[in-house]
């Protein structure tokens, strides 16, 4: 029997190297892209937790602006991504309706960061996201994850919008494009580099 392609190899084991693995979480209330800003930046094939959406959970979760979405996340989802020969991220997207909020709590342990997806269509929604991220101490930079057809901002309207501090980071965000997520990956781990620098200067 012969042996997988080493491509192939490579696109499911970790590389030898590999020291540090690190705990990412992708939050941000319903329906706002996170599956799939996870599938595109994943390296690996991402496990997914989707079930179609039906009318019995229409009395619980709250639909608006979302009727061409059949399917919810309703545990995780997982993506992997390498960053160099020593360190390789986690990726956890979570479950974005009220209801699962708990179940996200507990996957804050042992992370490092969380990136939150927001739409400016419902910026309002981000709100609860963000308050449990601070209530835990967990550090988290902003994407917009702009939609077609959606409100265009400045990134300082925005800020002022969602009440963040000088220091959070915020981007602009098309989950669909890869190189647009790694941009705004890149703007978390960057502001937890600097808070781990300040810490240790303190």
């Known amino acids: 029997m012969g042996s997988a392609p080493a491509s192939e190899s490579e696109d499911v084991y970790l590389r030898p190297g590999v020291q540090t693995a690190v705990k990412i979480l992708v939050v941000g209330h319903f329906a706002v892209g996170k599956t799939t800003y996870v599938g595109t930046l994943s390296e690996i094939r991402p496990l997914r937790t989707e079930e179609v959406m039906t009318e019995a959970g229409a009395l619980v979760d709250d639909l608006a ?17 390498t960053l160099s020969d020593t360190l390789v991220l986690y990726l956890f997207g979570t479950p974005g309706q009220q209801r699962f909020t708990e179940l996200w709590r507990d996957m804050t342990r ?23 991220l601070e209530e835990l101490g967990l550090p988290y930079a902003v994407a917009l994850n702009e939609f077609d057809g959606g409100p265009r901002h400045t990134l300082s309207e ?3 919008a969602l009440d ?17 997520s790694t941009r705004a990956l890149v703007s978390l781990v960057e502001h937890l580099l600097t808070r781990m620098s300040e810490l240790e200067h303190a």
């Open 65 to 81: 602006g979302t009727h061409d979405k059949t399917t919810t996340t309703v545990a995780l989802d997982f993506g992997r991504l």
């Open 158 to 160: 925005v800020r002022e």
């Open 110 to 132: 042992g992370a490092l960061g969380a990136l939150v997806l927001a739409d400016t269509r419902r910026l309002q929604h981000s709100f609860d996201v963000m308050g449990v």
């Open 164 to 180: 963040l501090l000088p220091e959070t980071p915020l981007v602009r965000c098309d989950a669909r494009d890869r190189d647009s």
